[in-house]
């Protein structure tokens, strides 16, 4: 049976990932978390003082990072050059500043060009916020993702705790918020739905039930491939 590409863009904290991963494991296809691959960059830059406005050192800078994803016994997991940082790239600090990092022209083609490349073989779910628009403008199944903003923050904050970070639930809120505009309004590779893409407001859903309806989209477009 043919495979197919499934891009999944939306907003921060609305379930993208945690999706993506379920429907990849229910397909048995490669998942991406296109998110941490900029959140590894944003942590490598942190951890050498590099700068956002330092497009030079930057530029030199991604010479030098290795992101790669590995499946463990809690999930995948995201490698930096060799070193295991999925819990690292989660922190807040990180969140603070991955979507002005995001923006930056160079760090975005730099990343799309791996992205484009681990999808050559199809049979792949990506998510993150320009992969059916600029990433696999082609995608045979393009799903965006949307949630309230109160409810996002809610899960968000939920997450976070359980992780043992102590935030407050006002400096999530603000976070989401301030990074809904910078990705919405950054001028490379803007958050938007793609003309094609198919809505899923998973406000009043729990995991079973979006995995369930997405999973009906993909089969559908699967056996479309078929006939």
Excluded at 82 to 96: A, F, H, L, P
Excluded at 100 to 105: G, K, S
Aim: one cysteine or more.
């Amino acid at each position: 049976m043919k495979k197919i590409i499934i891009a999944i863009d939306g907003f921060s904290s609305c379930g993208k990932s945690t999706l993506a991963k379920a429907l990849a494991k229910a397909l048995n296809y490669g998942f991406v978390d296109s998110g941490a691959m900029y959140r590894a960059v944003t942590l490598f830059l942190i951890e050498n003082r590099i700068s956002v406005q330092n497009i030079a050192a930057i530029e030199q800078a991604l010479n030098e990072i290795q992101i790669r994803f590995q499946a463990g016994s809690t999930g995948n997991r995201t490698y930096l050059n060799g070193v295991d940082v999925e819990d690292k790239i989660r922190s807040m600090q990180v969140s603070e500043l991955v979507s002005p990092v995001a923006a930056i022209p160079i760090v975005r083609r730099a990343m799309v060009r791996q992205q484009q490349e681990m999808g050559t073989e199809k049979g792949i779910v990506m998510d993150g916020r320009d992969i059916g628009t600029v990433v696999f403008p082609d995608a045979e199944l393009k799903i965006f993702v949307t949630a309230d903003p109160e409810v996002r923050a809610h899960r968000r904050f939920l997450e976070l705790q359980q992780k043992g970070q102590e935030v407050a639930l006002e400096e999530v809120r603000n976070n989401l918020s301030e990074r809904d505009h910078i990705d919405s309004t950054r001028a490379d590779s803007p958050l938007k739905q793609a003309e094609d893409a198919l809505v899923l407001d998973n406000t009043d859903l729990n995991q079973e039930e979006q995995l369930q309806v997405a999973l009906d989209w993909a089969q559908e477009r699967i056996q479309a491939q078929v006939l």
